[in-house]
T-cell receptor, first 114, second 113 residues
Framework: DADVTQTPRNRITKTGKRIMLECSQT?????MYWYRQDPGLGLRLIYY???????NKGEISDGYSVSRQAQAKFSLSLESAIPNQTALYFC?????????????FGDGTRLSIL | GENVEQHPSTLSVQEGDSAVIKCTYS??????FPWYKQELGKRPQLIID?????GEKKDQRIAVTLNKTAKHFSLHITETQPEDSAVYFC????????????FGKGTRLSVIA
């Protein structure tokens, strides 16, 4: 089945380490997104990409960077992880040229920074 | 930018009763309003969406209503069942331009058998 795959599913690391979360999709969608989920705060957008040449900051991009290696791959990096970046991270994709298309989420990466 | 507020943050209902979750938005140009359901430990999944050219949309036990004048929209679940227990998120966006989807903070619905 066409899907959105995130790796790793869980990661525990230490403050100051560089972390990369990866997302790949087989849906053929152009748009990809990275969200962060914290209890009581909902889903907050970190970065999004319309295509391989287009990267946009979201609501909470500070401390994060992204790379769109191909249409199907979108990676999120934490250059120097800090404890308040402990959260559940979701990748999502959508079809189309506007923002009014359903988003399809991956299973999430649970990241803990000690 | 867009701001979406969602109420209540938690909701408990008896099985068979109805549940209503309400959201308000700030950007009068927003015209796409999806609802996502996230079961415990799972990914969010779209359950229904509505666009600004209609005031109501139904899909079996789920309905969404939209009041563009008041800038609010609501999710209605009838004849609730235990499997409806989840966190529900509303969201809003414009169809065009560089304005991505903005989510509400979520409502945790518990259906008590």
């Amino acid at each position: 089945d066409a899907d959105v795959t995130q790796t790793p599913r869980n990661r525990i690391t230490k403050t100051g380490k560089r972390i990369m979360l990866e997302c790949s999709q087989t849906k053929g969608h152009d748009r990809m997104y990275w969200y962060r989920q914290d209890p009581g705060l909902g889903l907050r957008l970190i970065y999004y990409s319309f295509d391989v040449k287009d990267i946009n900051k979201g609501e909470i991009s500070d401390g994060y960077s992204v790379s769109r290696q191909a249409q199907a791959k979108f990676s999120l990096s934490l250059e120097s992880a800090i404890p308040n970046q402990t959260a559940l991270y979701f990748c999502a994709t959508s079809l189309g040229t506007g923002h009014n298309q359903p988003q399809h989420f991956g299973d999430g990466t649970r990241l803990s920074i000690l | 930018g867009e701001n979406v507020e969602q109420h209540p943050s938690t909701l408990s209902v008896q099985e068979g009763d109805s549940a209503v979750i309400k959201c308000t938005y700030s950007d009068s140009a927003s015209n796409y309003f999806p609802w996502y359901k996230q079961e415990l430990g799972k990914r969010p999944q779209l359950i229904i969406d509505i666009r600004s050219n209609v005031g109501e949309k139904k899909d079996q036990r789920i309905a969404v209503t939209l009041n563009k004048t008041a800038k609010h929209f609501s999710l209605h679940i009838t004849e609730t069942q235990p499997e409806d227990s989840a966190v529900y998120f509303c969201a809003a966006s414009r169809a065009s331009g560089n304005t991505p989807l903005v989510f509400g903070k979520g409502t945790r619905l518990s259906v008590i058998a």
